[in-house]
């Protein structure tokens, strides 16, 4: 199937800092991606959807300006977390869509560990 | 987006068939069913989906009933690797559509 890739897979920054997390879709290009974030022990809850060249769409509680989304390439999206405080650690999965043409599937990546302290 | 319906866990011994049922009574005519599985600390992977045939690859198959209201991913000889939390949602074909996870099956595979 499709690749995509996380980067980096764990992450420990202080509390106060930004981090940010790439996406990329190494054998396709994808003009949708979308970012996830999951606590443990629950199920994968869906923050925004990012469409190559426009605003991110956020799903409702999601803080845009503290969880920044850009998808600026169709290979490319980035997730910021700004600010970040230890309850912002979790695990955060990003997928892409690989379009009707191409199996009209959704691929996720491995999934990025973050740490606040 | 139409909501499923999955037993919280499942057990199967190893060699054996694992047969996950879902139910998606409300599913729409353009809504495709979706499996997908997770193995602890990584991202889902995607295993099979289908609108309204069965479908079959090198992971599993689909059956997916007649009324669309029900499908059942099987999962023909399981190994230990198989054990996971396995996740059938329903999408619909745009391309801004996410996939919603439920809570899933968790299907134990031992020995």
């Known amino acids: 199937g499709a690749v995509v890739s996380q980067h980096p897979s764990r992450v420990i920054c202080k509390s106060g800092t930004s981090v940010k997390i790439e996406c990329r879709s190494l054998?396709?290009?994808?003009?949708?991606m979308f970012w996830y974030r999951q606590f443990p022990k629950q199920s994968l809850m869906l923050m925004a959807t990012s469409n190559e060249g426009s605003k991110a769409t956020y799903e409702q509680g999601v803080e845009k300006d503290k969880f920044l989304i850009n998808h600026a390439s169709l290979t490319l999206s980035t997730l910021t977390v700004t600010s970040a405080h230890p309850e912002d650690s979790s695990f955060y999965i990003c997928s892409a869509w690989t379009g009707k043409g191409s199996g009209n599937t959704i691929y996720f990546g491995e999934g990025s560990w973050l740490t606040v302290v | 987006d139409a909501k499923t319906t999955q037993p919280t866990s499942m057990d199967c011994a190893e060699g054996r068939a694992a047969n996950l049922p879902c139910n998606h009574s409300?599913?729409?005519?353009?809504?495709?069913v979706y499996w997908y599985r997770q193995i602890h600390s990584q991202g889902p992977q995607y295993i099979i989906h289908g609108l309204k045939n069965n479908e079959t690859n090198e992971m599993a198959s689909l059956i997916i009933t007649e009324d669309r209201k029900s499908s059942t991913l099987i999962l023909p000889h399981a190994t230990l690797r198989d054990t996971a939390v396995y996740y059938c949602i329903v999408r619909g074909n745009q391309a801004g559509t996410a996939l919603i996870f439920g809570k899933g099956t968790t299907l134990s595979v031992s020995s």
């Open positions: 409300t599913i729409s005519g353009n809504e495709y």
């Open positions: 054998d396709f290009q994808a003009t949708t």
